[in-house]
């Protein structure tokens, strides 16, 4: 997965045209882009939306945002997406993995209701939204089999701690939360799971977003939300391995395994250890992931 679009929940006309903006996921809202007020319609039309969906192949995965454990609205968002449930619930303003065994106990209770599966459902959690989640980074690590990726956000850790801003023009991300992406980095590696990146506010300025995705996939993050149709094919490029790195990957794991038993091996002139194998095979997996035939 390289690309997640946002979509308003209560938009069925946006959720309809996400479908075809070659967007990796969709992530249907029913958090912040819904007005308190439209709560309950917007539950009503993306259960719609999945009921409607979610039996097609031919789609990107579909997630459904719902509002925070504290918020008071979280059981009803659940339980107003009905028996078509999406493939993943994202879960924002995460406090730590305790956050995630209650949300997993909610979501067995939801699949055991409409005769899914036990743990059909996974689960993405924005890990750095308040100050206090900056502390609880290290506790995802198996807090659920459900977690299949963090990622971070600005916005309202910019307005939990009071910050001004939390970007200057043309210098990226102010020092707290360049902390803050760091440390979830640090804490999807910890738990194994995906480091997915924030979005990228000013959906016109496509030059800038192109230089934050190249950036997020140097420093390990594998994917990037997006919050306009136009961010998805910039984020999409840049996040898919090129063809010159998915054949030095395959070189390399073709040349460990000819090797044997080693820790280290030789191609033109350069030494590749067993990280640099490592490295190689999640490139491969992202590849096929991305589509990309991998002989």
């Not at 990796?24 to 917007?42: C, F, G, N, R, T």
């Not at 008071?72 to 659940?78: K, P």
Request: hydrophobic content about 45%; charged content about 25%.
């Amino acid at each position: 997965m390289r690309s997640m679009l946002f979509v308003p929940g209560d938009s069925p006309k946006k959720m309809a045209r996400g479908l075809e903006c070659g967007a990796d996921a969709l992530i249907l809202d029913l958090e912040d882009s819904v007005a308190p007020a439209a709560k309950a319609d917007a539950r009503a039309a993306t259960a719609a939306f999945l009921a409607e969906h979610i039996s097609r192949t031919d789609r990107p995965s579909l997630l459904v945002r719902v509002n925070a454990l504290d918020s008071g609205l979280i059981d009803d968002d659940i339980a107003g997406l009905g028996p078509a449930l999406p493939e993943a619930i994202m879960l924002p303003k995460a406090q730590g993995g305790a956050d995630i065994q209650a949300l997993h106990a909610r979501l067995s209770v939801a699949e055991a209701e409409h005769g899914h599966t036990d743990g059909a459902t996974a689960i993405h959690a924005i890990a750095t939204e308040t100050g206090r989640a900056m502390f609880a980074l290290g506790t995802y690590r198996d807090s659920s089999p459900r977690l299949q990726g963090l990622t971070w956000g600005a916005e309202d850790l910019s307005a939990d701690i009071g910050a001004e801003t939390n970007r200057l023009p043309g210098a990226g991300a102010t020092e707290p939360f360049r902390i803050a992406r760091t440390m979830l980095l640090f804490a999807a590696a910890d738990a194994n799971v995906a480091a997915i990146d924030t979005v990228h506010v000013d959906f016109r300025d496509l030059d800038d977003l192109r230089d934050e995705c190249a950036t997020a996939r140097r420093d390990g993050f594998t994917a990037k939300m997006a919050i306009h149709p136009a961010q998805v094919p910039v984020i999409n490029e840049t996040f898919t391995p090129t063809p010159d790195e998915i054949d030095l990957a395959r070189r390399i794991i073709n040349r460990f395994a000819e090797a044997g038993d080693v820790g280290v091996v030789a191609i033109d002139g350069k030494m590749y250890d067993r990280p640099h194998l490592r490295r190689a095979e999640g490139l491969l997996a992202r590849a096929r992931d991305a589509g990309l035939h991998i002989a």
